[in-house]
């Protein structure tokens, strides 16, 4: 490498660094804190060895071009809670994005992250930084409003411009109005004309997240800005468009905070800046290997078909109108799609249907009776889809993909006639949005055929593949599943495969004691470009903690007994409760027989994560401690993430039961199958260190200041009775350790 760019490379992460300490120094009663410096450090040293740009044709070296491949630089850094991480990746980030001229992404799991980001820690960073930047929030389309859509919603489908004739919206709307009751009809009427006329008077961004209330999906749904019903800049509103709008202030910023989601779902989008020329900060780093088998996972609906009906004779109207001559194919399409379904869920129940209608497994072997909206699941051994199935998903892959091509020849067709007939452009981008409607069903069917056909290459781990039946109403609905199983192999194809530099943190990404377990799911592992850093956090643990393990005298694996136990002992340490408190429970069903078996006198103080809006009920919980009263929250895995409760708001934490994950997890059977049959340990390899990363979370909710004391409560003995528990120990903060007999 030249001499030149080495001094470059030294120059960027010395700036990068000289701007950290400058905030820090700037940033009044903030203390320096040698964890955060050092993680600082290596953020810049990573991005100022990224060399940024695409791969020349032929460059790659491992193709055997000429030109070596631009260096890709990734540092996974855990960073314990205190360090102060936010501001030790976003100072050097950011300095080095506006010395080299690029842009930095930074990509959350959590609403609440972001928000902090956006709202807090990104104004208070312009402020101090000597380089100016801006800064933007990224949000999938479907979070913004089509105005479009809601004008006609919100006149009753009569807005200005329509043509009776050509009115695909009527139908569905007096279909749709006639199944609800008149009240709510009227209700969503009513609703959407007040979006309307606040969207018209600019007292509504568009922005689904700032309504006063944000509605249901189902109600939000017929007005979302999704991709598939919009025309873009051929659209009459485009100018008026909310979506757009956003667009123009990310394309203007220097540094945009995104989510996991959007971040894999608009890969090759060009929503965000390209991953080869820009710096990505993924935080809350532990949550992409599950965001990445959600993106990828595939279902189709076997059962409720009639929207095949809906969208082809829609596609032949609205093809006739444009003259595509390709709409000849799709009666016939539409009608043998339609019938391979059928023939698809009629043999899903043949083979599997003993299965899918047996009692639903719960905890500890229990079963439980199919309830409504909750299905039951039976899963294809090996991923191998049984010979039966195999016709009827080639037919309907087959089917749905000659459909798919018509519609892209309509979708073509139409932006055609908008762009050259622009005073007919509302009624043909009303008809454009109409198809769009329904065409993500036919791509969901198409992938979801696709990958159950796929046969795995031999030495390779199968797809997931499973179906489900469930009670909708008076119907039975049966759904074909399909995913990916290894979450490492789709994010090393999709994601790092297009990224230069990158910094991936969280105060949990290390597993009993290892980076392993995370850069193998992560698709990190054994990447020569991957550099590990483990920031301790700087609490005094042994000190402001103590870990209460209480050994119950049932196995925590006989559900019944366990719960019956371990609630006695529950009961009798939150009688002893003076402020805030915190009690994660494993399942809901665990969760309400804490709550049944509360005396009168305690019920008052408890506060039931089911039975309020998360922000309602932590003001209320910070309201009680402020004034001296205990406070007790109840909650499930949700609650023991992301929740920041210092102080006296989490006095003590308790821990029910172990955090494993559930016991009827499709995709973690399928790969626990793949390991056994490769003479692996699915226990020991995938179930603990998961386990390990949430048991780390939920510890993490005790401590949060330096000032802070606190107990923690666990009521499960295999922590301490198992090999598998002196692991787990090996991956929590090293509080004071007490054992105590049930």
């Given at each position: 490498?030249?001499?030149?760019?080495?001094?470059?490379?030294?120059?960027?992460?010395?700036?990068?660094?000289?701007?950290?300490?400058?905030?820090?120094?700037?940033?009044?009663?903030?203390?320096?804190?040698?964890?955060?410096?050092?993680?600082?450090?290596?953020?810049?040293h990573?991005?100022?060895?990224?060399?940024l740009?695409?791969?020349?044709?032929?460059?790659d070296?491992?193709?055997?071009?000429?030109?070596?491949?631009?260096?890709?630089?990734?540092?996974?850094?855990?960073?314990?809670?205190?360090?102060?991480?936010?501001?030790?990746?976003?100072?050097?980030?950011?300095?080095?994005?506006?010395?080299?001229?690029?842009?930095v992404?930074?990509?959350?799991?959590t609403?609440?992250?972001?928000?902090?980001?956006?709202?807090?820690?990104?104004?208070?960073?312009?402020?101090?930084?000597?380089?100016?930047?801006?800064?933007?929030?990224?949000?999938?389309?479907?979070?913004?409003?089509c105005?479009?859509?809601?004008?006609?919603?919100?006149?009753?489908?009569?807005?200005?411009?329509?043509?009776?004739?050509?009115?695909?919206?009527?139908?569905?709307?007096?279909?749709?109005?006639?199944?609800?009751?008149?009240?709510?009809?009227?209700?969503?009427?009513?609703?959407?004309?007040?979006?309307?006329?606040?969207?018209?008077t600019?007292?509504?961004?568009?922005?689904?997240?700032?309504?006063?209330?944000?509605?249901?999906?189902e109600?939000?749904?017929?007005?979302?800005?999704?991709?598939?019903?919009?025309?873009?800049?051929?659209?009459?509103?485009?100018?008026?468009?909310?979506?757009?709008?956003?667009?123009?202030?990310?394309?203007?910023?220097q540094?945009i905070?995104?989510?996991?989601?959007?971040?894999?779902?608009?890969?090759?989008?060009?929503?965000?800046?390209?991953?080869?020329?820009?710096?990505?900060?993924?935080?809350?780093?532990?949550?992409?290997?599950?965001?990445?088998?959600?993106?990828?996972?595939?279902?189709?609906?076997?059962?409720?078909?009639?929207?095949?009906?809906?969208?082809?004779?829609?596609?032949?109207?609205?093809?006739?109108?444009?003259?595509?001559?390709?709409?000849?194919?799709?009666?016939?399409h539409?009608?043998?799609?339609?019938?391979?379904?059928?023939?698809?869920?009629?043999?899903?129940?043949?083979?599997?249907?003993?299965?899918?209608?047996?009692?639903?497994?719960?905890?500890?072997?229990?079963?439980?009776?199919?309830?409504?909206?909750?299905?039951?699941?039976?899963?294809?051994?090996?991923?191998?889809?049984?010979?039966?199935?195999?016709?009827?998903?080639?037919?309907?892959?087959?089917?749905?993909?000659?459909?798919?091509?018509?519609?892209?020849a309509?979708?073509?067709?139409?932006?055609?006639?908008?762009?050259?007939?622009?005073?007919?452009?509302?009624?043909l981008?009303?008809?454009?949005?109409?198809?769009?409607?329904?065409?993500?069903?036919?791509?969901?069917?198409?992938?979801?055929?696709?990958?159950?056909?796929?046969?795995?290459?031999?030495?390779?781990?199968?797809?997931?593949?499973?179906?489900?039946?469930?009670?909708?109403?008076?119907?039975?609905?049966?759904?074909?599943?399909?995913?990916?199983v290894?979450?490492?192999?789709?994010?090393?194809?999709?994601?790092?495969?297009?990224?230069?530099?990158?910094?991936?943190?969280?105060?949990?990404?290390?597993?009993?004691?290892?980076?392993?377990f995370?850069?193998?799911?992560?698709?990190?592992?054994?990447?020569?470009?991957?550099?590990?850093?483990?920031?301790?956090?700087?609490?005094?643990?042994?000190?402001?903690?103590?870990?209460?393990?209480?050994?119950?005298?049932?196995?925590?694996?006989?559900?019944?007994?366990?719960?019956?136990?371990?609630?006695?002992?529950?009961?009798?340490?939150?009688?002893?409760?003076?402020?805030?408190?915190?009690?994660?429970?494993?399942?809901?069903?665990?969760?309400?027989?804490?709550?049944?078996?509360?005396?009168?006198?305690?019920r008052?103080?408890?506060?039931?994560?089911?039975?309020?809006?998360?922000?309602?009920?932590?003001?209320?919980?910070?309201?009680?401690?402020?004034?001296?009263?205990?406070?007790?929250?109840?909650?499930?895995?949700?609650?023991?993430?992301?929740?920041?409760?210092?102080?006296?708001?989490c006095?003590?934490?308790?821990?029910?039961?172990?955090?494993?994950?559930?016991?009827?997890?499709?995709?973690?059977?399928?790969?626990a199958?793949w390991?056994?049959?490769?003479?692996?340990?699915?226990?020991?390899?995938?179930?603990?260190?998961?386990?390990a990363?949430?048991?780390?979370?939920?510890?993490?909710?005790?401590?949060?200041?330096?000032?802070?004391?606190?107990?923690?409560?666990?009521?499960?003995?295999?922590?301490?009775?198992?090999?598998?528990?002196?692991?787990?120990?090996?991956?929590?903060?090293?509080?004071?350790?007490?054992?105590?007999?049930?």
């Amino acid at each position: 490498m030249p001499h030149y760019y080495c001094m470059s490379q030294q120059e960027w992460a010395a700036q990068a660094l000289q701007s950290f300490d400058a905030v820090v120094g700037a940033t009044e009663g903030f203390r320096s804190r040698a964890g955060q410096r050092r993680m600082a450090e290596q953020v810049a040293h990573t991005f100022a060895q990224a060399q940024l740009g695409k791969l020349e044709e032929g460059g790659d070296e491992a193709s055997g071009g000429d030109a070596p491949a631009p260096t890709r630089s990734i540092a996974v850094v855990q960073a314990g809670t205190g360090v102060g991480k936010s501001l030790a990746y976003s100072v050097p980030a950011i300095a080095m994005a506006v010395a080299r001229g690029t842009r930095v992404v930074i990509s959350t799991a959590t609403v609440a992250l972001q928000e902090q980001l956006v709202n807090k820690d990104l104004p208070a960073l312009a402020a101090r930084m000597e380089q100016p930047f801006k800064f933007a929030l990224a949000k999938g389309r479907g979070r913004f409003v089509c105005k479009l859509k809601l004008e006609r919603l919100a006149t009753g489908g009569t807005a200005e411009g329509d043509a009776p004739d050509d009115d695909l919206f009527a139908e569905e709307e007096a279909e749709q109005r006639a199944k609800r009751p008149r009240h709510e009809s009227e209700a969503r009427m009513k609703f959407y004309a007040s979006m309307a006329d606040a969207l018209a008077t600019a007292g509504w961004d568009g922005d689904r997240d700032t309504l006063d209330t944000p509605p249901e999906p189902e109600v939000w749904s017929p007005v979302a800005a999704e991709a598939s019903s919009c025309t873009g800049k051929h659209c009459p509103v485009f100018s008026q468009c909310t979506y757009y709008d956003r667009r123009k202030a990310l394309v203007a910023a220097q540094v945009i905070v995104a989510n996991h989601d959007l971040l894999l779902s608009s890969l090759g989008a060009r929503l965000l800046p390209e991953l080869d020329n820009c710096l990505l900060v993924l935080d809350e780093a532990h949550h992409l290997p599950a965001t990445a088998l959600q993106q990828f996972a595939c279902e189709a609906d076997l059962s409720r078909l009639t929207w095949i009906d809906k969208l082809s004779s829609r596609a032949l109207r609205v093809g006739a109108l444009v003259e595509v001559e390709e709409i000849a194919d799709i009666p016939q399409h539409a009608a043998r799609l339609r019938t391979a379904l059928t023939e698809a869920a009629r043999l899903v129940m043949d083979v599997y249907g003993e299965e899918l209608r047996a009692p639903r497994p719960g905890w500890g072997g229990r079963a439980r009776a199919q309830a409504p909206g909750v299905p039951t699941r039976a899963r294809v051994p090996g991923g191998v889809l049984p010979a039966a199935l195999v016709e009827p998903f080639s037919q309907a892959a087959h089917h749905a993909e000659g459909f798919l091509d018509a519609l892209r020849a309509i979708s073509k067709a139409l932006r055609a006639e908008i762009r050259d007939k622009p005073d007919e452009a509302r009624r043909l981008s009303t008809l454009y949005a109409q198809i769009g409607a329904l065409a993500p069903r036919l791509e969901a069917v198409h992938a979801a055929a696709q990958l159950l056909l796929q046969d795995a290459p031999e030495g390779a781990v199968p797809a997931a593949k499973w179906f489900t039946l469930e009670v909708d109403g008076d119907y039975i609905v049966v759904k074909g599943h399909a995913s990916p199983v290894l979450p490492g192999n789709t994010l090393r194809h999709q994601l790092w495969s297009a990224v230069r530099g990158a910094v991936l943190t969280s105060a949990t990404l290390t597993s009993c004691g290892q980076f392993d377990f995370f850069l193998r799911e992560a698709g990190l592992h054994g990447d020569a470009h991957v550099t590990t850093l483990e920031v301790p956090s700087p609490f005094d643990y042994a000190l402001q903690g103590t870990l209460v393990a209480t050994e119950t005298t049932a196995d925590p694996r006989e559900a019944q007994a366990f719960t019956a136990e371990m609630v006695d002992c529950l009961l009798t340490d939150l009688a002893l409760v003076e402020s805030g408190a915190l009690v994660l429970f494993t399942s809901r069903d665990q969760m309400r027989q804490a709550v049944d078996a509360l005396p009168t006198a305690m019920r008052s103080t408890v506060l039931v994560q089911t039975a309020l809006p998360r922000a309602q009920l932590l003001a209320r919980h910070r309201e009680r401690v402020a004034n001296g009263e205990p406070s007790i929250i109840f909650g499930m895995q949700s609650f023991g993430e992301g929740l920041d409760l210092p102080g006296a708001l989490c006095e003590s934490l308790f821990i029910t039961k172990l955090p494993f994950a559930p016991p009827d997890d499709p995709v973690g059977e399928a790969r626990a199958e793949w390991l056994r049959a490769a003479g692996r340990d699915p226990f020991s390899e995938l179930v603990v260190p998961a386990t390990a990363i949430r048991l780390a979370q939920w510890v993490g909710r005790a401590i949060r200041t330096e000032e802070d004391r606190a107990h923690v409560y666990c009521y499960d003995k295999r922590l301490v009775r198992t090999s598998y528990g002196q692991r787990l120990l090996k991956g929590l903060p090293p509080f004071a350790l007490e054992r105590r007999s049930a």
